[in-house]
């Protein structure tokens, strides 16, 4: 501050700022209008949630009706009482969320095949056609014609496997003709599971199976003239990396990264990324938009530099963030916009307009929006795993980098005199790494448990390997390699993507094979998701001490409910020609040894490292002409029944009978009959008390009546 003296000659005397300065109060406001948005978001993503949870479809205009109230709370006390405005704000919101539900369920409505599978003669559009690195082949075709099939009760989409003769050059718009097995999508393999049928739902998918025919051209779909550019790209860029990248697994994870097809990937490295704390780098989502959008926003700011003609007439960094969200437009379409990508997307698309309009690039309004978005367009994504990790994720990246900066990274070295040494940056640049790699684990561990029921142990040190990799060489390279294609000139970049990729591959093989890469706990019930998520939004929205001190209750009562968990004695299939029963090793042996993707589930949410190929251990048993009898190391029996002879002299000496096409309503006392009826209502868990007592726990819930669930 400037005060007069004697003479006209001016002296500075020292100001005390007070710790709230305008800054400090504009920073302290910037971030109630974060919560407050996150919040709202919050509160459309429970609306959501109940929608998922509610044992019946609820009714668009009774939902809408719930509305009315709120708004006339808003209309007449909103002004007046903040808390009764943020409240109806709140309610609002929630009713919103479950209206979007109810509304984008009925929208997607479409016939579904039945639950028999049933041999089909049809035609229809290629909608998708994969192939992965091991042959197989997936074929999803749209708007199909079946015969002797009505057109009200045909699927729009049908997804099969194809063992058959494909055309090499069969493409997506194509209309082809095939025959098929095919059914009604399949609900979870044990209760609790993973609902496919819910998912198919609302991908439109009624019927799925596989083909008994070759697939057959016979000329060009109506849809085809609809598939547009990007569409079309895809299968030129998958061209062209398979012609200069030789390596299969630097191929799968180039053309995942380019185009988001992830069926090139080999198996086991799928497998070893996951297992390495490497998965977020298969799918596209902030690290793949942020390198390509920061790639190109650079790289346009450097060469407005060179000429300074332009740089003072036009803002470098405002034209570049312009033609930076281009580039991120196109790589949204390009990848085929998946919810991670799509979230990433907007979250660029934010943090460019931030530049445009000299606010702050990332925060917590940023993740808001790009929520609230993907709610009322997509409302189902809420219930994935890669919704739930991708804004976990990184919404906890901004609270940390928002909250402690710079001084997390650098700590006093940032005060040093004469700025920061070359060496202080790189340690800076590798603390960043190990942070933000920290922070991402932990923030995604929760969701992990509960959705895969493991967790992994060296991520840390597999990150710091490869996001170098992946952020200075490999996606910078692949966006060169892509202007370039066009030109034919890509063969000069992609060898150097494949060294970049080789590492990567080898590093995910190496960390998750170290011993106790990874950790696995049996499959939890909702309430331990619903705990982290409380946890975890104080965490995010109460910046003090309370915050904290919720999030540490919630990771103890966790803690606790893992500890308590106890996995079912076994499962039964929905056919009931395959079951389980866990042994005193807490392993699972199988009646039949041939690998399948139930089996692998059910080792999953036993809590055991699941066996993704060869034979699977087999229980003790003893055959004649018309039963087999099965026994655990504990002494538990099942008998599978092939006559109602044989069920009848099984009766009551054995704990659980199983005959699919018998009815057991003769069989008394303690011994469990599983016939038909009791396999109507899906695939079944073993129950076992401490006293002993066997029970079955169903996967279809008696009175539920939902869409994608079958009758």
Sequence with gaps: MKTKQEGGAFKYSSVKVHKFSYLEKLRTCEWQEDRELVAVAMALISGVVIYFALPFEPSLSLTIILAVPFIGILLRFGASNRLLQEGAILALALIIGLAAATFHASRVTAPILPDSERFYVLEGTVDLFEVNDEGGKRLIISGPVIDKLDVDKTPKRLSMMVRTDVPDDLAVGERVAL??????????????????????????????????SAVVPVGEGAESADIGFWEARRPIIRAHVSD???????????????????????????????????????????????????????????????????????????????????GALAYLFLSGGAVSTVRAFIMVSVALVAVLIDRKAFSLRSVAIAAIFIVLVQPNAVISVGFQMSFAAVAALVVVYNRYGLTLIYGKAIKKEGGLKWFHKLGGVMIASIITTLVAELAIAPFALYHFQNIVLYGVLANMIVIPIISFCVMPLLLLSLILMPFGLDWMILPLVEIGLNIVVDTALWVSALPGATGHIPAMEPKFLIVAMVGFLSWVIIRSWQGVATMAVAASLMLLFA????????????????????????????????????????????????ISKGRMPLLEKSCDSVSCLYVDDAGLTIAQAKTYAALMQDCGRVDIIIAPELTGTACKGSTLVVDWRVLADGPLAIVQSETGVVTLLKTKEKGRVRPWLSD
């Design 244 to 326: 200069h990248v030789s390596n299969p697994a630097a191929k799968g994870l180039a053309t995942a990264l380019l185009s988001g097809d992830r069926s090139l990937i080999p198996d086991d490295v799928a497998r070893a990324m996951r297992d390495a704390g490497l998965a977020h780098v298969l799918a596209i989502s902030g690290l793949h938009m942020g390198l390509v959008t920061a790639t190109i926003f650079f790289m346009i700011e450097a060469c407005l530099a060179l000429f300074p003609s332009i740089a003072l007439r036009v803002a470098p960094a405002k034209l570049a963030a312009v033609v930076a969200w281009c």
């Design 563 to 610: 500890g308590l968990q106890q996995p079912p004695k076994g499962y039964i299939s929905k056919a009931g020609n395959v079951f389980a029963l866990t042994q005193s090793n807490t392993n699972l042996a199988f009646n039949t040894a041939r690998h399948s993707y139930a089996k692998e589930n059910w080792q999953r949410a036993s809590g055991e490292k699941p």
């Design 179 to 212: 025959s098929a097995m095919l059914a009604a999508p399949s609900g979870p393999v044990y209760p609790g599971g993973f609902n496919f049928a819910r998912k198919a739902w609302f991908d439109q998918i009624g019927g799925m199976g596989f083909a008994t």
